[in-house]
């Protein structure tokens, strides 16, 4: 079955960095549409940044603009998620999604602290 491991989150503290990894097995990534959503404790899932099968095109939410870059490597059927100057209201789980038309798979998530 499509798997999708999250990884590479972590405690942070404000102004730091991290990388997020998504690692895909068991599909054929180049054909899939990459995102990272984040879900803050009592809050919705929300959607941060998006990223086209070839990698060609990305989209970001407004509150990560020039913040976050998004990435694709079809070669080792990962996306990434760099994250630069965090603040506190970055803390969140941070999930992968996969699609390809009407397949939707996510990742199991990462946790991203930013506390000082």
């Known amino acids: 079955q499509v798997q999708l491991v999250d990884s590479g989150g972590g405690l942070v503290q404000p102004g730091g960095s991290l990388r997020l990894s998504c690692a895909a097995a068991?599909?054929?990534?180049?054909?899939?549409?990459m995102s990272w959503y984040r879900q803050a404790p009592g809050k919705e899932r929300e959607l941060v940044a998006g990223?086209?099968?070839?990698?060609?095109?990305?989209n970001y939410a407004d509150s990560v603009k020039g913040q976050f870059n998004i990435s694709k490597d079809n070669d080792k059927n990962t996306v990434y998620l760099h994250m630069n100057s965090l603040k506190l209201e970055d803390k969140a789980v941070y999930y992968c999604?996969?699609?390809?038309?009407?397949?939707?798979?996510w990742g199991q998530g990462t946790q991203v602290t930013v506390s000082s």
């Open positions: 999604n996969a699609v390809f038309k009407r397949l939707s798979y």
């Open positions: 068991r599909l054929i990534f180049s054909l899939y549409d």
């Open positions: 990223i086209t099968s070839a990698g060609d095109t990305t």
